[in-house]
């Protein structure tokens, strides 16, 4: 089955053999890689278990699978009748809801997956810790996003991964390259958790500056502010003008859609970004006439899907109906960065308080200008603000070296493997 790639001819023609461009110096000098398919190489798992052999501890399915190939957490719940997966450690689960989301992990233990996680053993022709290398990879997913089916909720199909085009050297190579992989992991994991722990700081730290519900004075008050007596309570609809985005129609329209004016999408936003700026989607001048222009620095809601997620737009731009902008604030009631860490708070709040439709929630405008905000006096607001800035400082550096270690090993990667279309 294997085609190894020494430089051949067929009717004349040279077929070059597949060589990374990057190569440990022991090897410089060995053949070419092999090139098979995955079906061929690794064995898809379907050895069923019933649900009574598998402890929670050690259940996987595809909610508890983190993305990123960020490994796994504890399921909270097993379903209650029916059977699973079994899987071995070295085996490497692939979640076949949404591949984009990259929940890909290599089994460090024994247990039971899902019925919509894949369970993939390497072959002796692969050694499994390069094996997972392989599969924890862009290039991987891409492919499988290539055979997927499904628009809201993609699923990869197996028969296509199974055709997948596995490149591989000899098993010393293989073990070479996967510690070289593995120790940037290493690092990757350990700069995700110092990230992580800083994220834990703050929000626990925010639980403490912020009046819980039923309380107008926080536990924890800056020194200066100790004597200073409760919070005001006041609707946000009081402090500032509540606005949603607005799309033009038709949809695609090329009058409308495709020109110089930037335009903000919910896909631009994630969770953890203060400040947002528009990369998917722009307008013509006639579709921004037909949208809501915002002022960079204006803070937005997300109002559709993952409501309540808060941040700042970083240029002048359009807003896509998903988002709700709060904008004449009266900053002597209340100073627009409190009023981005306050409303961070209340995300639980923001769920609650939507109304739910088929498979998004949605915040409506009347409903986001009926919260209550608690709000101290503007110096004692900036004094917080201040202080929960800077730890958004610190989280941004420690994030742009997280993402600095990811695009180090994509790039690794591209040079560690040959490339098959080259």
């Given at each position: 089955?294997?085609?190894?790639?020494k430089?051949?001819?067929?009717?004349?023609?040279?077929t070059?053999?597949?060589?990374?461009?990057?190569?440990?110096p022991?090897?410089?000098?060995?053949?070419?890689?092999?090139?098979?398919?995955?079906?061929?190489?690794?064995?898809?798992?379907n050895?069923?278990?019933?649900?009574?052999?598998?402890?929670?501890?050690?259940?996987?399915?595809?909610?508890?699978?983190?993305?990123?190939?960020?490994?796994?957490?504890?399921?909270?719940?097993?379903?209650?009748?029916?059977?699973?997966?079994?899987?071995?450690?070295?085996?490497?689960?692939?979640?076949?809801?949404?591949?984009?989301?990259?929940?890909?992990?290599?089994?460090?233990?024994?247990g039971?997956?899902?019925?919509?996680?894949?369970?993939?053993?390497?072959?002796?022709?692969?050694?499994?810790?390069?094996?997972?290398?392989?599969?924890?990879?862009d290039?991987?997913?891409?492919?499988?996003?290539?055979?997927?089916?499904?628009?809201?909720?993609?699923?990869?199909?197996?028969?296509?991964?199974?055709?997948?085009?596995?490149?591989?050297?000899?098993?010393?190579?293989?073990q070479?390259?996967?510690?070289?992989?593995?120790?940037?992991?290493?690092?990757?994991?350990?700069?995700?958790?110092?990230?992580?722990?800083?994220?834990?700081?703050?929000?626990?730290?925010?639980q403490?500056?912020?009046?819980?519900?039923?309380?107008?004075?926080?536990?924890?008050?800056?020194?200066?502010?100790?004597?200073?007596?409760?919070?005001?309570?006041?609707?946000?609809?009081?402090?500032?003008?509540?606005?949603?985005?607005?799309?033009?129609?038709?949809?695609?329209?090329?009058?409308?859609?495709?020109?110089?004016?930037?335009?903000?999408?919910?896909?631009?936003?994630?969770?953890?970004?203060?400040?947002?700026?528009?990369?998917?989607?722009?307008?013509?001048?006639?579709?921004?006439?037909?949208?809501?222009?915002?002022?960079?620095?204006?803070?937005?809601?997300?109002?559709?899907?993952?409501?309540?997620?808060?941040?700042?737009?970083?240029?002048?731009?359009?807003?896509?109906?998903?988002?709700?902008?709060?904008?004449?604030?009266?900053?002597?009631?209340?100073?627009?960065?409190?009023?981005?860490?306050?409303?961070?708070?209340?995300?639980?709040?923001?769920?609650?308080?939507?109304?739910?439709?088929?498979?998004?929630?949605?915040?409506?405008?009347?409903?986001?200008?009926?919260?209550?905000?608690?709000?101290?006096?503007?110096?004692?607001?900036?004094?917080?603000?201040?202080?929960?800035?800077?730890?958004?400082?610190?989280?941004?550096?420690?994030?742009?070296?997280?993402?600095?270690?990811?695009?180090?090993?994509?790039?690794?990667?591209?040079?560690?493997f040959?490339?098959?279309?080259?």
């Open positions: 089955m294997s085609s190894r790639n430089t051949t001819a067929t009717k004349g023609v040279a070059p053999a597949l060589m990374p461009k990057l190569r440990f022991e090897f410089r000098a060995a053949e070419g890689w092999d090139a098979d398919a995955l079906g061929d190489l690794a064995n898809f798992v050895e069923k278990v019933p649900l009574e052999r598998v402890a929670l501890e050690n259940y996987v399915s595809t909610e508890n699978i983190l993305p990123n190939y960020g490994g796994v957490v504890k399921a909270s719940k097993m379903p209650a009748t029916g059977s699973v997966t079994r899987y071995r450690p070295n085996d490497t689960l692939v979640s076949n809801i949404r591949p984009y989301l990259k929940k890909v992990w290599v089994a460090d233990k024994e039971g997956a899902s019925n919509d996680v894949i369970v993939i053993r390497a072959k002796h022709s692969l050694l499994p810790q390069y094996f997972s290398c392989t599969l924890k990879s290039a991987f997913i891409d492919y499988v996003m290539t055979g997927a089916k499904g628009v809201k909720m993609p699923r990869g199909d197996v028969g296509s991964m199974k055709a997948y085009r596995l490149l591989y050297p000899s098993k010393a190579e293989q070479k390259i996967a510690e070289c992989l593995s120790s940037v992991d290493e690092l990757i994991v350990a700069q995700a958790q110092k990230v992580d722990v800083l994220k834990t700081h703050k929000k626990a730290l925010m403490q500056l912020f009046p819980g519900d039923g309380e107008a004075i926080p536990n924890l008050r800056l020194p200066e502010f100790k004597n200073s007596g409760k919070w005001a309570e006041m609707k946000l609809g009081d402090i500032g003008r509540v606005i949603r985005g607005a799309s033009p129609r038709p949809k695609g329209d090329p009058r409308y859609y495709g020109g110089p004016v930037p335009r903000l999408m919910v896909q631009d936003v994630t969770r953890d970004g203060k400040w947002v700026t528009p990369r998917i989607d722009s307008l013509t001048m006639d579709g921004a006439k037909l949208s809501r222009p915002c002022k960079a620095g204006t803070l937005t809601i997300v109002c559709s899907g993952t409501v309540g997620v808060v941040s700042f737009l970083a240029v002048d731009a359009c807003i896509h109906d998903g988002f709700l902008a709060l904008i004449e604030i009266d900053e002597s009631k209340a100073i627009k960065d409190f009023l981005y860490h306050s409303l961070s708070t209340l995300r639980l709040q923001f769920e609650e308080g939507a109304t739910h439709g088929g498979v998004f929630t949605n915040l409506t405008t009347s409903g986001i200008q009926q919260f209550s905000i608690k709000c101290p006096s503007p110096f004692e607001q900036q004094k917080i603000s201040d202080c929960l800035s800077s730890i958004d400082d610190l989280i941004t550096c420690e994030n742009q070296k997280l993402e600095s270690l990811k695009s180090h090993k994509e790039g690794l990667m591209k040079q560690l040959p490339s098959p279309t080259e």
